[in-house]
């Protein structure tokens, strides 16, 4: 699998990226990206107003950033640290099917 960490100059920077396969995969922090039905997706008690506004902007940027994505042309797919460190293997087995599923290299 050849891809290049760290894409700042794409949207988002995603954290593993291919220009010529158009994939892009993102590893999320379930607090700081408000993972949707997650227990650690919490928003603290304390400042609350605070960080709800603030996770419900990182998850506007989030869905901004996808669509940005796919408007040029990229598969995009998103691995909650929750589902890693529940599962790496299934974790695993997402990533190698959502790789292999797009246009081969040639
Ligand atoms: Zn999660």
Redesign the pocket.
């Known amino acids: 699998m050849r891809y290049r960490l760290q894409n700042r100059d794409l949207p988002g920077s995603p954290d593993f990226a291919n220009r010529k396969q158009r994939w892009a995969v993102f590893a999320h922090g379930?607090f700081w990206h408000a993972?949707p039905?997650?227990?650690?997706?919490t928003i603290p008690k304390r400042n609350h107003e605070f960080w709800a506004t603030k996770l419900a902007r990182n998850r506007q940027r989030d869905a901004e950033v996808v669509a940005a994505l796919e408007a040029e042309g990229f598969r995009v797919l998103t691995i909650?640290?929750?589902?890693v460190e529940r599962d790496s293997d299934s974790a695993r087995r997402a990533l190698e099917v959502f790789l292999r599923s797009g246009p081969q290299e040639t």
């Not at 909650?80 to 589902?83: K, Q, R, S, V």
């Open positions: 379930c993972h039905g997650c227990a650690r997706a909650w640290a929750c589902e």
